[in-house]
């Protein structure tokens, strides 16, 4: 098989572009994309400010549809999806890490988590969620008692506790030191690994690249190209400087 080697396609999106209307005029984000996505990989796509990453991530995560093209889930085309199908993908398939955690601040980070579940069909116990990331005895704590490093980790928990085939990174480690950093990067490589999620992550940091297993560069709205990785860095390996 070609890039995704013998996994299978778990996304596909199909020459996919997104026009915003903004007052009289249309303002391209995405120019007839085309990308597949694998079951259990660690997909890294890179690009400048403006470059499509976020609009791109939003397509896959079904938070957007294409103004031309398809985005197929196993089968079933998100662009042409009702919004209450859209609603049910979200909900099931897809878990959310933001740069900025989006933690609610009078919550603890158990009961962050506990949000996360209510709406999930088949969810991990929340405490648990908490336990993969090794916040298991800050359960009670609320995000300001936190360091930054460990307010991503429950954001990436509540992301977990869903129980969601992709886990969809928008900048994570975008507001971290480069010591925490190395230990969400370590995180996400090992809940790859262990429990066998998709893991998308943009950035506009290049040097994260060796940890994916292929890596797409965009480029004013478009793929300038998709590379794969022949092994996967360890975090420690990655230059810094």
């Known amino acids: 098989m ?10 596909s999106i199909r ?4 026009v915003y209307r903004m007052g009289e ?16 990989e660690i997909l890294v796509i890179v690009g400048a400010s403006g470059s499509g990453k976020s609009t ?11 103004t031309a093209g398809a985005v197929v889930f196993r089968g079933e085309d998100l662009a042409v999806a009702t919004d209450r199908r859209l609603t049910l993908f979200r909900r099931r398939e897809v878990g ?4 900025l955690f989006n933690l609610i601040p009078s919550l603890t980070a158990l009961e962050n988590v506990r949000v996360a579940i209510e709406i999930a069909d088949d969810p991990l116990d929340p405490r648990e969620a908490l336990q ?14 936190l360091s930054g490093g460990q307010q991503q980790r429950v954001a990436i928990a ?34 790859n690994g262990e ?5 998308v992550v943009i950035t506009h940091e290049r040097h994260i690249t060796p940890i994916a297993d292929r890596v797409v560069i965009l480029h004013d709205g478009t793929v300038a190209s998709i590379t794969r990785n022949e092994e996967r860095a360890a975090v420690a390996d990655l230059d810094w400087t």
Do not use: W, Y
Not at 15 to 18: G, H, I, P, V
């Open 2 to 11: 070609s890039e995704g080697a013998e996994r299978p396609v778990l996304l």
């Open 15 to 18: 020459d996919a572009s997104r």
């Open 25 to 40: 005029v249309d303002v391209p984000a995405l120019r007839a994309v085309t990308l597949d996505v694998f079951e259990g």
């Open 96 to 99: 959310f890490v933001f740069q």
């Open 56 to 66: 791109l991530l939003n397509l896959i995560g079904g938070m957007d549809r294409p």
């Open 158 to 191: 509540r992301a977990l506790a869903s129980n969601p085939r992709m886990v969809l990174c928008d900048e994570p480690t975008g507001a971290l030191d480069s010591a925490t950093t190395r230990s969400v990067l370590e995180l996400l490589l090992r809940l």
């Open 195 to 199: 429990l066998g999620k998709t893991i």
């Open 132 to 145: 993969l990331v090794d916040l298991g005895d800050r359960a009670d704590h609320f995000p300001s008692q």
